[in-house]
T-cell receptor
Framework: AQSVTQPDIHITVSEGASLELRCNYSYGATPYLFWYVQSPGQGLQLLLKYFSGDTLVQGIKGFEAEFKRSQSSFNLRKPSVHWSDAAEYFC???????????FGSGTRLQVQP | EAQVTQNPRYLITVTGKKLTVTCSQNMNHEYMSWYRQDPGLGLRQIYYSMNVEVTDKGDVPEGYKVSRKEKRNFPLILESPSPNQTSLYFC????????????FGSGTQLSVL
């Protein structure tokens, strides 16, 4: 079955520290890959996406993600976290032939001062 | 300003009382969809619409109806709500079915007693 796994439910980092949020998907072919962020009380906002080409993609707010085909992963990274990055992050995948994104269960990021 | 507007923001109702959650977008998007968000499950698609008068079931359509009579509007209808439909609902729109960039509303928190 097509699925998206975010193994970390909750992560706490100190402000200024680096961040990596993990995402793995199940599928043979390369799907379209996305990261969304949800701030408290808000809808989701697209951070970045990968369709093809360069496996390191840059997004908004200083985030980047790297697609690794061999690991079926699309991890999100940020070199230096800001307090305003505290939010819930969702990895999403669009599998070939589907009309809907498949979302992971989310990772809640807490930033300590 | 480009936006997806959902109403109401919060709704408390009782089992069996029909309700409608409205969704409107001002970006002339063809693709619109409804998701529900539940803790630990991420977002799951309820219904989607490729264009006016074209709708189809998503992953969890049971107990819901939709209509797309105008391009900008995509209401979600619960004919006979039940407590298991208590959830956070999001409407989203995109310019294409590949969901290159989904725009989300701010969400509707529904409680069915």
């Amino acid at each position: 079955a097509q699925s998206v796994t975010q193994p970390d439910i909750h992560i706490t980092v100190s402000e200024g520290a680096s961040l990596e949020l993990r995402c793995n998907y199940s599928y043979g072919a390369t799907p379209y890959l996305f990261w969304y962020v949800q701030s408290p009380g808000q809808g989701l906002q697209l951070l970045l996406k990968y369709f093809s080409g360069d496996t390191l993609v840059q997004g908004i707010k200083g985030f980047e993600a790297e697609f690794k085909r061999s690991q079926s992963s699309f991890n999100l990274r940020k070199p230096s976290v800001h307090w305003s990055d505290a939010a819930e992050y969702f990895c999403a995948v669009l599998y070939t032939g589907r009309r809907a994104l498949t979302f992971g269960s989310g990772t809640r990021l807490q930033v300590q001062p | 300003e480009a936006q997806v507007t959902q109403n109401p923001r919060y709704l408390i109702t009782v089992t069996g009382k029909k309700l409608t959650v409205t969704c409107s977008q001002n970006m002339n998007h063809e693709y619109m969809s409804w998701y529900r968000q539940d803790p630990g499950l991420g977002l799951r698609q309820i219904y989607y619409s490729m264009n006016v008068e074209v709708t189809d079931k998503g992953d969890v359509p049971e107990g819901y109806k939709v209509s797309r009579k105008e391009k900008r509007n995509f209401p979600l209808i619960l004919e006979s709500p039940s407590p298991n439909q208590t959830s956070l609902y999001f409407c989203a729109s995109s310019s294409s079915s590949t969901n290159e960039k989904l725009f989300f509303g701010s969400g509707t928190q529904l409680s069915v007693l």
